[in-house]
């Protein structure tokens, strides 16, 4: 399982690499594949779409214990909502005995938090707003509970096509505990081709685009901005 970050080929670790170079076949979700055509070149690549995770755990075990060399690729970090617990779940099931390495990469939300400065000075939960996997009366309990903790608060997959209202019923939890001028950062697509970001508030925060390409940091009670930077204060007497 190789973690390639968030998919520029220069946040590739340097593992990484050599083990994409060193691999048979290549499975992925088809829009990760893309940001690395030129380093798998010549091999045996398998993509598939959204919600074909099982099939491709499925399909790369089948392939490695057929004696391939086979890399699974996941955007950020394999085992921060990646493929990396899947495929040990499919392989456990099968008893399937096969060497699996996991290769790390650059989470999303940290390349989401080093441009937007410094947010992830101090103690953070990451929250997926995506309720296809876990029940959303779960995800509530997390949010609030982590609001009221006053941990800095990284969301993923906030909004899709399909999950509009999620997001906005977030936000309600969160003004109910946080400030309204809490800061927000908003990062689209972060260090890959159509990259934005927006520092915003708390209370404006659904004033701007979001959708499941994009990463939101939400501050605590000491997070400030300055000069254009997030910043959430780790305790320093300074």
């Given amino acids: 399982m190789v973690g390639i970050g968030p998919g520029n080929p220069e946040h590739l670790s340097?593992?990484?690499?050599?083990?994409?170079?060193?691999?048979?076949?290549?499975?992925?979700y088809k829009t990760y594949i893309n940001l690395l055509k030129e380093l798998i070149k010549g091999k045996e690549v398998i993509t598939s779409g959204m919600r074909a995770e099982i099939e491709r755990a499925s399909l790369a075990i089948e392939k490695a214990a057929s004696g391939k060399v086979v890399s699974v690729i996941s955007s950020g970090d394999p085992g921060v909502y990646g493929m990396a617990g899947?495929?040990?779940?499919?392989?456990r099931n099968g008893k399937q005995k096969i060497p699996i390495e996991v290769v790390p990469g650059i989470p999303s939300e940290n390349a989401a938090a080093a441009l937007l400065g410094a947010p992830l000075m101090h103690d953070h939960?990451?929250?997926?707003?995506?309720?296809?996997?876990?029940?959303?009366?779960?995800?509530?309990?997390?949010?609030?509970?982590?609001?009221?903790?006053?941990?800095?608060?990284?969301?993923?997959?906030?909004?899709?096509?399909?999950?509009?209202?999620?997001?906005?019923e977030t936000v309600k939890i969160l003004l109910s505990v946080k400030k309204s001028d809490t800061p927000v950062g908003i990062v689209k697509n972060a260090m890959r081709e159509g990259q934005s970001l927006i520092i915003t508030s708390l209370g404006e925060v659904l004033e701007h685009p979001i959708d499941m390409s994009t990463i939101l940091i939400v501050g605590n009670s000491t997070t400030f901005v300055y000069d254009g930077y997030m910043v959430t204060r780790r305790g320093y007497k300074v």
């Fill in 86 to 91: 899947l495929i040990l779940e499919v392989a």
């Fill in 14 to 28: 340097v593992r990484a690499v050599e083990v994409l170079r060193n691999s048979d076949c290549i499975i992925g």
């Fill in 125 to 168: 939960v990451i929250v997926s707003l995506s309720d296809l996997l876990t029940p959303w009366d779960v995800i509530e309990k997390r949010i609030r509970l982590t609001a009221e903790g006053d941990f800095v608060i990284v969301l993923y997959n906030p909004k899709s096509s399909e999950r509009k209202w999620q997001i906005e």
